[in-house]
DNA sequence: TTTGAGCGC
């Protein structure tokens, strides 16, 4: 077992740049004997990344270390002192999270973390700030338990400090934060999915037998496919829609049929708080390619995309980031790849998916699609590995997309 | 307006 990790050390962030391991032991050896210190550094050039390590003999030597000199100056730097927690699962997901926003500017590190003290003990806290140090009026306060958690957010919520009343909420991340918007966005919806209904039905029935059964229709749509008849209601506001729901949802028609209500579900990708991306700009333009081929290279793709229109680039993507693992003795790549043919109109683009899809090329089909599902199968944003044209060369580039 | 991730020899 680490002598590392356990609760005889402290975290000390908010380092001045210039801070030095003597200068961390002299702030630090008041509160009792110092095993060792350590401040982290940039590998390249030994640079520190304003953080570190006080190692005490004693867990209640180091307790008493963030007590005394949590906001302690050194080098004339406010510095924030915790218990050190080098288990990130354990840092990220104990639901104690409390996000805080519509704070005052005037409020900074040391005033936010008084205001929450007072319902448990913290294990971290951070005030979002501009690189200049100014407040971005919000951050986040995390204690130990849920318990101080929920009392915080019960007594700040709503409180006003400054100029502002403040939010408080248990924390969510992006992804869990951008679900609850789908869920609370569907509620609010005043658009209506109805199902299996009788083939009797029209657009006009449809809208006299809500009107009848709810009053104020704005909309009734029926389609058939399939067999099958469908629709669509709209209505003039969201209670309408719930009441709808409730009151018609399972139904019996009369020849029998149970119908189905339920509300249009948004897809995450609309939301306004997704921000636009590169990949957005190449929509239309860009052709994803999936193919299994161990000689599968960006010379290649142009040549089986060229008849449909001027390419103004192709490239071509290793399935795992662990490509280098996946290249044969010949340096051929093997294993699946993927790629993008990025055309110069939208026309070619939509030729090259209608005619290559499912298309065979040497025995085997490829799929071409207008939408990457690549997305979804992990990969880091940002930089990626890049196969060079058959002599297996890697190189990092950025992601079209 | 703003919903994290700084944590080691």
């Known amino acids: 077992m680490s002598a590392i990790s356990d609760n005889r050390s402290v975290f000390v962030t908010d380092l001045a ?10 702030a630090f050896n008041t509160c009792g004997p110092i095993r060792s210190v350590r401040i982290c550094r940039h590998s390249d050039d030994r640079r520190s990344l304003g953080y570190g390590y006080v190692n005490f003999l004693t867990a209640s030597d180091a307790r008493q270390a963030v007590h005394k000199l949590n ?3 050194i080098c004339g730097q406010t510095v924030k002192v915790m218990a050190a927690q080098s288990d990130r699962t354990q840092r990220v997901s104990n639901n104690a ?23 448990g003990p913290i294990m971290s806290f951070k005030l979002a700030q501009e690189v200049n ?15 101080s958690a929920v009392k915080a957010i019960a007594a700040m919520n709503g409180k006003q400090l400054e100029s502002k009343s403040i939010f408080c909420s248990k924390f969510l991340s992006r992804s869990e934060r951008s679900k609850h ?3 609370e966005s569907d509620n609010k919806t005043t658009h209506l999915y109805v199902k299996n209904l009788s083939d009797d039905f029209d657009d006009n029935r449809l809208a006299k037998y809500f009107q009848t059964l709810i009053g104020s229709v704005t909309s009734a749509k029926v389609y058939r496919k399939s067999g099958k008849t469908f629709g669509f209601v709209s209505v003039e ?38 921000r636009p991306t590169a990949r957005n700009r190449l929509d239309g333009y860009n052709v994803y390619v999936r193919y299994l081929d161990n000689c599968f290279t960006e ?26 693992l996946r290249t044969n003795q010949q340096n051929r790549n093997y294993g699946l790849l993927y790629g993008f043919v990025l055309f110069t109109t939208p026309e070619a683009a939509q030729k090259a998916v209608r005619l290559m899809n499912n298309a065979l090329v040497a025995k085997r089909p490829v799929f071409v699609s207008a939408k990457s599902t690549a997305v979804s199968t992990g990969y880091p944003l940002g930089r990626h590995m890049i196969t060079g044209p ?11 997309y």
């Open 299 to 324: 010379k290649r793709l142009r040549e089986m995309f060229a008849k449909f229109g001027a390419i103004a680039s192709a490239k071509v993507f290793a399935e795992s980031s662990e490509w280098s």
């Open 71 to 73: 906001f302690a100056q």
């Open 237 to 274: 506001d969201s209670d309408v829609a719930n009441t709808a729901i409730k009151a018609l949802d399972g139904q019996h028609l009369a020849n029998g049929n149970t119908l189905r209500l339920t509300r249009v579900r948004k897809v995450a990708e609309s939301l306004p708080t997704d």
């Open 181 to 183: 918007l789908v869920i």
């Open 390 to 400: 058959r002599n297996g060369r890697q190189t990092f580039a950025k992601r079209l």
């Open 133 to 147: 140090g100014l407040s971005k009026g919000f951050g986040f306060v995390q204690y130990e338990s849920e318990e």
């Open 97 to 119: 999270n409390v996000f805080i926003k519509n704070l005052d500017k005037s409020i900074d590190t040391k005033r936010l973390y008084e205001l929450f003290i007072p319902f």
């Open 17 to 26: 740049e210039e801070v030095t391991e003597t200068a961390l032991l002299n």
